[in-house]
Each structure stands twice: as structure tokens, then as C-alpha cells.
């Protein structure tokens, strides 16, 4: 992998060197993953959706304004394709059990334990708006003018969501006896 910066790999991919995608791909594929992860609550809702943001991407590169952070960017449609598997997604959600294919990550093991599950099912239980903004700051440390980027919304928007999402969780938290 190289030190250039994205936006030096988004014009050589659009000119065609096709090893320049690659580059924004191995870049940004663990934290594309990991949003997804803690969007949708399952490990392979999650791999759909971060190969679904990567093909989105690459179809859509041409509009992608170079001036603009390539994270926030990916980050927005990310978001988007993991809510679209949410809806997609029947209500009904079956206790899935992650793949066995080596040491599990940080992740994966938080994930593992009685207290990830139990704060993952309450991370469920908020809004997607809510969600949201509770895994962009907690779970990959975007600053406010980052989400706001990344959401398309006001950062006043952005902390009024965060506040709220926060009381919601810390509520929700409370209930199962985690929260003291």
C-alpha cells in the first residue's frame, strides 16, 4: 500500500489503474465493516454491505469531488446500504454465530460476550438517525463536523441527535441492568 493520499488514488483509478481502487479498498474495508457491524448487528449483513458500499463506489467514483474527505464519502453510503438491508431484513432476527476462520478480531470478540451482545441489542433498538450518530462517534471517533459531513445534516443536528440517542441508549441500558 502506498502513502498517496485518497484523493491522488481516486483520479488514477478514474484514469484507469486499476490497482488504485484497491489501495481505497484495503484503506477503508475494516471501517466500512465495522460501521456495518454495528448498523445492522450481524457479521454477515455487515460483509453485504460493506461489498456492496465497495461496487457502489467504484460505479459511482466519477462523482466524488476530490476536495471533499474520501471517508465521509464511502462512510455516507455505508450508512445507506446497511439501512437498506435493514429494511430489507424481516423483523424477525435469529441469533446468527460469527465464522470461525482464524482468531477472532477486537470486535468479534466484544461481540462474543454477554455485555457486547446486550449493548449491541440496545444499539438495535434505536433509530437508524439514532444509531447512527452513537457508531460514528463512539465506535469510530468522528468529530462532530465529521458526521455532519458524512450524515449531510447540520452539526447542530448532530449533537441534538447524539443527546438524544445517548439518553435512549443510557435508558434502554438501564432496563437490562447494565446502565447504573
Known amino acids: 500500500m502506498t502513502n498517496k493520499g485518497d484523493d491522488i488514488l481516486v483520479l488514477e483509478a478514474l484514469a484507469d489503474r486499476p490497482t488504485a481502487f484497491d489501495e481505497l479498498m484495503l484503506r477503508y474495508e475494516r471501517r466500512v465493516y465495522n460501521l456495518a457491524l454495528r448498523l445492522t448487528g450481524n457479521s454477515h449483513d455487515a460483509m453485504d454491505a460493506t461489498q456492496t458500499t465497495f461496487l457502489k463506489a467504484l460505479e459511482k467514483l466519477d462523482r466524488f ?9 464511502i462512510a455516507r453510503i455505508g450508512i445507506n446500504e446497511s439501512f437498506n438491508i435493514l429494511s430489507r431484513r424481516d423483523r424477525y432476527v435469529e441469533e446468527q454465530t460469527e465464522p470461525t476462520s482464524g482468531a ?11 455485555t457486547g451482545r446486550e449493548i449491541q441489542a440496545a444499539l438495535m433498538r434505536l ?4 444509531r447512527a450518530v452513537i457508531v460514528l462517534r463512539h465506535f469510530h471517533d468522528l468529530s462532530y463536523q465529521e458526521m455532519s459531513e458524512v450524515l449531510d445534516v447540520p452539526s447542530k443536528t448532530v449533537k441534538s441527535r447524539l443527546f438524544t440517542a445517548r439518553r435512549e441508549l443510557r435508558r434502554t441500558l438501564r432496563a437490562t441492568g447494565l446502565h447504573r
Open 104 to 114: 477472532p478480531s477486537p470486535e468479534q470478540h466484544c461481540a462474543a460476550t454477554e
Open 65 to 73: 469531488d476530490v476536495r471533499r474527505p474520501f471517508l465521509s464519502w
Open 127 to 130: 433509530s437508524d438517525d439514532y
